[in-house]
């Protein structure tokens, strides 16, 4: 097939080849998520529209508009998304840690220098704060990484 062969074929097919790979490529997107399918899939679906508007339309034009709609598109939605914050129901998740945070410990052994350890489930933690003999009752009041900085549990609570 020679270069003229290929634009031939090109040249005859129709607004309905847009809306068949709209199709397919909103399909893939249900097998593949992340946004980008469905993005590419709208945009050949409005290249459909607009080739079917515009039947003269050349295929280079058609092709060139399904691009730069494709790659607008998805630069929009992925600014949008990042914008919006997501609605969680364990908004630490991927943090667990962070749920750490507020919860009473008992020290395993002594803060000494403000450094010490302490057994949390089957863990050990780093724990930093103010030196402490070992079972004093503290809470953590912040995470940095695995260190946990704790704070004497106050008698009055």
Do not use: C, Y
């Not at 009041?141 to 106050?154: F, N």
């Amino acid at each position: 097939m020679d270069f003229e062969q290929i634009t031939a074929l090109f040249d005859q097919l129709g607004f309905w080849t847009w809306w068949i790979a709209a199709g397919l490529l909103i399909i893939l997107e249900a097998v593949v998520p992340g946004a980008v399918f469905l993005w590419l899939g709208i945009s050949g679906a409005a290249v459909g529209l607009i080739a079917w508007l515009n039947p003269g339309l050349s295929w280079e034009i058609q092709t060139g508009l399904f691009a730069v709609l494709s790659v607008a598109s998805i630069v929009v939605w992925r600014k949008f998304i990042k914008t919006r914050p997501s609605d969680t129901d364990h908004p630490s998740l991927n943090e667990r840690s962070k749920d750490l945070i507020g919860r009473e410990l008992t020290l395993m052994e002594p803060l000494e220098n403000g450094q010490g350890r302490t057994k949390i489930g089957d863990s050990i933690w780093l724990v930093e704060g103010p030196d402490l003999a070992q079972g004093t009752r503290v809470v953590v009041k912040a995470i940095d990484g695995s260190t946990l900085s704790v704070e004497p549990l106050s008698t009055n609570s």
